[in-house]
């Protein structure tokens, strides 16, 4: 810790406006993060002893104590929902150590109905996002924890329509969700379809200029990867420009909101970007 | 970036998955620290890599543990008063977790009913002992006419309470739940809940045979399905 109150307070000075922008991104409020940003200074100043250069930068200290703070924060967010769902008449006064719970975070703080729902609504995204069949297969081997190369070694000769119907079946053993099948619909709509169908920006026509023409589905896998990549790579590729489309589509429909701020829908045309990507 | 040059979403999506270095977090925080949209963007980029990250498993126990959730609240609205209570603390003070539980498939096969049950870690609640879990490790599966039954058993311990869960197939598919070593006074309610469209549920409370040191919890006459089997937490005053 800092030898001077002066040295302390440059210190505070200089990380307050990323430990407060820090919380911002996580709570539903400002006035919250704003509350939780003291909080952490108060735990910061409270345990400064523990504080050792030779372990990490200041605002590695100051980040543990911060995410400290923000578990507590998303438990007595638990904690006040269970209070509401036991009403009045609940036992208000009952006692129970928060060790006991699981993790808490983001999304453990929502109950369990509405993270089911808005799980089911990301896979139905995902499965209909405007992608060829063989990046969304992709993506969900990957959600049934396939690494990139068991992939790319186990699975491309298999054909697409092969492919979905086992992530259909094995995604059903793992998710006891009856409506979970009618999300894999477009997917095997997009399996009769030709990439000259599904695909229409020139860029994306570039990347498959070497796939056979005809329906995607009897298709294998490895006929998509491109000629001159390292097909873990491609796997790894096609899965993160699925799960950009869907995080563009969640944006737009508004339903990243739903549970977590409260914020409406502002609209961000006309941003003016840092550019770092397209 | 100045206060006014926004991140791209791009790059709030790296910074929500922890890609960025220290120096682009840190633009990043500080950016959002005074921008009202970028707030708004970088909670939906911090939210949807949350969904994004869970695996098919993890969404599979969120859909399991929602619909206990459920059936338990449903039980509590037409249970009677003292039934109605302990249903509403496993409800409330547990989040719905069980003291343990498993998942069970009764599935059609060519020569009566299939049967693959497993342990669900995932629905039960933090510091029970009782984790169901075959000792082979995996699933229990077993295949065949007249009864042929899968067993789940926790690793047997002298000094503990322990549960055990038979699952027969067969032309009578049932579901037993045995519990050894608990007090005479405790007799948890035990759930199995149907995770088919039709999301059925039945109650019941652990009876102990006359003469027995264990409870038995028995359903009957299921139908072909998949379902889950839940013990109420010991803790939430249960029968005692």
């Known amino acids: 810790m800092p030898d001077t109150a002066a040295e302390l307070g ?31 200074w108060v735990e910061v100043l409270g345990h400064g002893d523990t504080f050792d250069p030779g372990l990490g930068s200041f605002w590695t200290f100051t980040r543990i104590w911060a995410d400290f703070v923000l578990r507590r924060h998303w438990e007595g967010r638990r904690r006040e929902r269970e209070r509401v769902d036991r009403g009045p008449s609940g036992d208000e006064d009952h006692d129970f150590d928060a060790g006991d719970r699981p993790d808490v975070d983001l999304l453990a703080a929502e109950d369990a109905a509405s993270l089911s729902r808005a799980l089911r609504h990301v896979l139905a995204c995902a499965l209909s996002c405007p992608r060829p069949p063989n990046e969304i297969i992709a993506f969900g081997f990957t959600k049934l924890e396939w690494r990139p190369r068991e992939i790319t070694m186990n699975l491309s000769d298999s054909t697409l329509s092969h492919l979905a119907l086992r992530l259909e079946r094995d995604y059903a ?29 020139p860029r994306s026509k570039r990347a498959y200029a070497h796939v056979p023409d005809g329906p995607t589905g009897p298709i294998a896998l490895e006929a998509y990867f491109a000629p001159d990549a390292n097909p873990e790579s491609t796997i790894t590729r096609w899965w993160d420009t699925v799960k950009r489309a869907v995080f563009r589509q969640l944006r737009e429909q508004g339903a990243l909101d739903e549970a977590q701020s409260g914020v409406g829908r502002a609209e961000s045309a006309g941003r003016k970007t840092d550019g770092a990507n397209p | 970036m100045t206060s006014i040059e926004h991140p791209s979403e791009e ?10 270095s220290e120096d682009e977090q840190r633009t990043v925080e500080e950016h959002i620290a005074e921008c009202a949209e970028c707030t708004q963007l970088a909670r939906q980029s911090l939210r949807f890599e949350k969904l994004w990250g869970l695996s098919a498993r993890e969404h599979g126990d969120v859909v399991r543990r929602a619909a206990l959730e459920a059936a338990l609240a449903a039980e509590e609205a037409r249970a009677a ?12 003070r547990w989040a719905g977790l069980a003291e343990t539980a498993a998942s069970i498939a009764l599935e059609s096969a060519q020569k009566g009913t299939q049967v693959v049950a497993e342990g669900l870690e995932s629905l039960t609640r933090p510091g029970s002992a009782w984790q169901l879990a075959p000792a082979t490790g995996g699933a229990i599966r077993g295949t065949g006419e007249g009864g042929e039954s899968a067993l789940l058993t926790t690793s047997l311990s002298t000094t503990s309470s322990r549960a055990r869960l038979a699952v027969q197939g067969g032309d009578a598919p049932e579901v037993t739940v045995r519990i050894d070593g608990v007090p005479e006074s405790v007799r948890p309610l035990v759930v199995l809940l149907s995770t088919d469209s039709a999301h059925q549920v039945r109650l019941t409370q652990a009876e102990r045979p006359e003469g027995t040191s264990y409870l038995i919890a028995r359903f009957e006459d299921l139908p072909v399905g998949t379902y889950v089997v839940a013990v109420e937490p010991l803790e939430s005053g249960n029968g005692q």
Do not use: M, N
């Not at chain 2, 790059?11 to 960025?20: E, G, I, N, P």
């Open chain 1, 10 to 40: 440059d210190l505070v000075r200089e990380h307050e406006r990323r430990l407060y922008g820090f919380f911002r991104a996580r709570v539903r409020d400002d006035s919250a993060a704003d509350d939780l940003a003291q909080e952490t």
């Open chain 1, 173 to 201: 053993a793992l998710v006891p969700d009856p409506e979970i099948a009618a999300a894999f619909e477009p997917l095997r709509e997009k399996l009769e379809q030709t990439l000259a169908d599904l695909l229409s920006d």
């Open chain 2, 11 to 20: 790059r709030l999506l790296s910074y929500a998955d922890a890609s960025l």
């Open chain 2, 81 to 92: 008063p003292g039934l109605r209570e302990r249903l509403s603390t496993w409800r409330s």
